[in-house]
């Protein structure tokens, strides 16, 4: 099976199209040069295109896929990193961090003791290790409201 | 002697205290990096470069530290070659062929003695070369104008595609990631917003940090869970390291031979480090014959690769500061850093900042010996720390990850960003498409547009400008040439595929 190849290359065509699409609306402005602001993502578009369809017709073997259970921690893993994302600032840093590492390294190494001993451990080092021993400043420890 | 004016200039900065405690850290840090698997020089740097502008360091200070750092990776890649089978980084992999045999034969210590020499006399041999070169190339440099810039920028990316990878479109897909990603933001021209959908955040396009540590760090991160980080146990014990001297000067030729090919190798633009290894250990191996016993554990085995990449890495600095364009992944990274810090790399660096450059080159000087003393006397430190186990270190490196961007654009939005690349890349890797191009594409972007327009601005809109010059045509012939002859090379040169046991 030759799946994976055949369907990024279909995507890449999708998207390389939509993109040569969008440079078309790109505002051009009255100091124009020869080659202007439209011709280099034209020709960046077309490239990727062709690659696509290379792709599409002389895909290489599928790599070995993960499991489905593979898929949905990997799934979970990028969950909880944008959750991290968004909760970093109004949380603070150690309530957020002892969560998210704890769930990596329990998804690396399923032993739960383990994992939460690594959150909590990573949270207050790394903390200290930022605020006093480099001196970020720019992170809270705890939410902004708790601290008033 | 103007070098000997310009590296007595560059010893009085590599030598006080800070700069020279900065060297010796960044070497420190870098070996550890190096020798824990997963972490390459390439993801090692672009975790420490948002920590390295807190610090507030100024050009020469991250500099120094970060190629420090880029040193000791490679010194450190070969620990877990040798002891646990597992390349520390891509540019270790050969090491492992005959590392680990020696290994196993009970000889760990030597073959940890052996390329760290190796590594020390390909990257001296390295650095001096790149001493004696880089002036030389900078001088050449200032013929180029746009179109020779456009035309180098090309061949960068095709032989990145060419050499570097199994499969020419997807090599030619990621640059064009890259380069597509390039052009979100204002218009350099025009001042208009491009490919933004409106997006404030956009307006200043995407940062190459946030993709670095996204497609290197985070990626890495996401493999590690989907291997549930298998095959990271404590393989070989290491009791006792003695110097087996008369090996080490029995390996001289092979050294000396294996540094001025890695060196050569490094400079090629998008070559880097991997084929420096890879080509050395097979010229060894073709040389010795059959009677050398090369896989089998053999101290001209060990040394050949590690030699041949700690040179490429040296070399790969070459173009990066001569011309701007990077030799490798990790020296886009550096290049990155230098971009930040408001530096352009090319030939007037070398006029106008000489304390930059040759601050940088005699560190680089110094950290040799350093590493030549933690990777021999001390390399019982490095082995007690490969056995941090993998869930503690992976969920370490997105924490420091996060943080780290995050005290440099303060924004969630870029984190956000970071984590999309971190996924984009995986699902890049498992389909076998290399993400350093992309890295290559975000950075050169712009200047390669910018270049390209200013030359049609130069010649009327006259396509045939581009192939104007003796220089620009030499440079579009080797970019064609560099793209499409490994398709037919490719069934004598293969790119180093991981090693199974």
């Not at chain 1, 998207?15 to 960046?44: E, H, R």
């Not at chain 2, 917003?193 to 409106?198: D, E, L, N, V």
């Not at chain 2, 352009?344 to 560190?363: E, K, Q």
């Not at chain 2, 498992?430 to 010649?459: C, F, H, Q, W, Y």
């Amino acid at each position: 099976m030759r799946v994976g190849d055949r369907i990024f290359g279909l995507v890449t065509i999708v998207v390389a199209l939509g993109y040569i699409l969008s440079a078309t609306n790109i505002q051009t402005s009255f100091m124009s040069d020869p080659v202007g602001s439209k011709t280099f993502p034209y020709i960046i578009g077309a490239v990727a295109a062709f690659c696509g369809l290379i792709m599409l017709i002389l895909p290489d073997a599928d790599p070995e896929w993960p499991s489905l259970a593979g898929i949905l921690n990997l799934m979970i893993a990028l969950g909880a990193l944008v959750g991290y994302a968004y909760a970093l600032k109004p949380l603070g840093f150690i309530g957020p961090t002892t969560v998210v590492s704890a769930i990596l390294s329990y998804q690396i190494a399923p032993n739960l003791a383990r994992a939460i001993l690594t959150g909590v451990g990573l949270a207050v080092g790394l903390f200290f290790l930022f605020y006093y021993g480099l001196g970020l400043t720019n992170i809270d420890p705890f939410p902004k409201a708790l601290l008033g | 002697m103007e070098i000997l004016s310009n590296l007595a200039l560059g010893f009085s900065i590599a030598l006080t205290p800070f700069t020279l405690t900065l060297a010796v850290l960044g070497c420190f840090l870098g070996t550890i990096i190096g020798a824990l698997p997963g972490l390459g020089p390439s993801n090692g740097v672009a975790i420490l470069i948002p920590l390295t502008f807190t610090f507030g360091l100024d050009a020469t200070s991250a500099l120094v530290l970060l190629t420090s750092v880029y040193y000791g990776a490679m010194y450190g890649g070969r620990i877990s070659s040798i002891l646990l089978n597992i390349p520390g980084d891509e540019p270790a992999l050969m090491t492992c062929l005959d590392g680990y045999p020696m290994a196993r034969n009970g000889r760990p210590g030597d073959a940890l003695v052996i390329s760290g020499v190796a590594s020390f006399v390909g990257a001296l041999l390295a650095t001096i070369g790149l001493m004696i070169l880089a002036p030389l190339l900078a001088r050449v440099a200032y013929l180029f104008g746009p179109a020779e810039y456009f035309a180098l920028y090309l061949l960068a990316f095709s032989t990145l595609g060419g050499i570097a990878s199994n499969n020419q479109a997807k090599a030619a897909l990621a640059s064009c990631i890259g380069l597509g990603i390039a052009m979100i933001g204002l218009d350099n021209s025009t001042g208009m917003p491009r490919f933004t959908g409106g997006n404030l955040h956009l307006m200043d396009g995407v940062d190459f940090l946030v993709a670095i540590v996204g497609l290197f760090a985070i990626t890495e991160v996401f493999f590690f869970i989907e291997s549930h980080g298998k095959g990271s146990a404590i393989g070989i014990k290491l009791d006792k390291v003695t110097i087996p001297w008369r090996e080490i000067w029995s390996t001289r030729w092979t050294m000396l031979r294996s540094s001025l090919l890695g060196f050569v190798a490094g400079i090629l633009p998008g070559a880097g480090a991997s084929l420096g290894s890879f080509l050395t250990y097979m010229m060894e191996k073709s040389i010795a014959g059959e009677k050398g016993g090369f896989g089998t554990g053999v101290a001209k085995g060990v040394a050949a690769p590690e030699a041949g990449n700690n040179a490429a890495a040296g070399g790969a600095l070459v173009p990066m500061l001569t011309l701007g364009v990077p030799g490798s992944g990790t020296t886009a990274v550096l290049l990155a850093v230098l971009m930040t810090l408001n530096i352009t790399p090319g030939p007037t660096l070398f006029a106008d900042r000489p304390d930059v450059v040759w601050g940088l080159i005699a560190s680089l000087l110094i950290a040799n010996f350093v590493l030549l003393a933690m990777n021999v006397p001390m390399v019982k430190v490095f082995v007690r720390i490969l056995s941090v186990p993998p869930w503690i270190l992976m969920p370490g490196v997105t924490m420091v990850s996060f943080v780290g961007i995050y005290s440099l654009t303060g924004s969630y939005f870029d984190l956000l960003l970071m984590v999309a690349f971190g996924a984009l890349g995986y699902s890049l890797r498992k389909l076998d498409i290399p993400t350093v191009p992309i890295i290559l594409g975000i950075l050169l972007g712009n200047a390669m547009e910018d270049n390209l327009r200013r030359a049609m601005v130069l010649s009327g809109g006259d396509w045939t400008y581009l192939f104007s010059s003796a220089i620009s045509n030499g440079l579009w012939l080797a970019a064609v040439l560099g793209f499409v002859a490994p398709l037919f090379l490719r069934r004598f040169i293969k790119k180093p595929q991981a090693v199974t046991d």
